[in-house]
T-cell receptor, first 111, second 115 residues
Framework: GQQVMQIPQYQHVQEGEDFTTYCNSS?????IQWYKQRPGGHPVFLIQ?????EVKKQKRLTFQFGEAKKNSSLHITATQTTDVGTYFC???????????FGTGTRLTIIP | DTGVSQNPRHKITKRGQNVTFRCDPI?????LYWYRQTLGQGPEFLTY????????KSRLLSDRFSAERPKGSFSTLEIQRTEQGDSAMYLC?????????????FGPGTRLTVL
């Protein structure tokens, strides 16, 4: 089945610094989603990207889908302590909607 | 609160015992999913239902696992003869429609510890 790899696995940043996580697939994706999971919490949907080269912004978060639809990135500007958690890129197949989670990037913030 | 609910939140059991978890999806959501998450990993798909029909099961779902959604509303996941390797967080999610890629809303999970 399809798989996605994320880098880095862990990221420690000073509060106020930027953060980026990257997601890569060996196959062309129909869409990609991003979820956030706080420590001790459950995954929460952030966004879905469908179009080649698509860029979406949510306040300090910028999501991008590659032109070839094989990679994606999430960039957080000026991190805050509330950004702590694990960010997963997630793929699904139209039709059955089961989610395949990437390996995740765990973000910790140094105050 | 009208989100996905799961019970119990925590379950500690001895190896060889049977356990059953319950998931109540968001009202009128047609699709219901079960995932398993072990420490440091992302959730892994187990099975999903569209209304009362179980449409797909992962290879992770051994014969000891069974899931039901008898009336197309709540679902149960039963694990028979539990093993220590079954220790994990079991997550339930629901989504509103079939045929399109919809957001999946996750419940808080049931953390299973097998001693």
């Amino acid at each position: 089945g399809q798989q996605v790899m994320q880098i880095p696995q862990y990221q420690h940043v000073q509060e106020g610094e930027d953060f980026t996580t990257y997601c890569n697939s060996s196959t062309t994706l129909s869409n990609i989603q991003w979820y956030k999971q706080r420590p001790g919490g459950h995954p929460v949907f952030l966004i879905q990207l469908v179009k080649s080269g698509e860029v979406k912004k949510q306040k300090r978060l910028t999501f991008q889908f590659g032109e070839a639809k094989k990679n994606s990135s999430l960039h957080i500007t000026a991190t805050q302590t509330t950004d702590v958690g694990t960010y997963f890129c997630v793929i699904s197949n139209f039709g059955n909607e089961k989610l395949t989670f990437g390996t995740g990037t765990r973000l910790t913030i140094i105050p | 609160d009208t989100g996905v609910s799961q019970n119990p939140r925590h379950k500690i059991t001895k190896r060889g015992q049977n356990v059953t978890f319950r998931c109540d999806p968001i009202s009128e959501h047609n699709r219901l999913y079960w995932y398993r998450q072990t420490l440091g990993q992302g959730p892994e798909f187990l099975t999903y239902f569209q209304n009362e029909a179980q449409l797909e099961k992962s290879r992770l779902l051994s014969d000891r696992f069974s899931a039901e959604r008898p009336k197309g509303s709540f679902s149960t996941l039963e694990i028979q003869r539990t093993e220590q390797g079954d220790s994990a967080m079991y997550l339930c999610a629901s989504s509103p429609r079939a045929g399109v890629t919809d957001t999946q809303y996750f419940g808080p999970g049931t953390r299973l510890t097998v001693l």
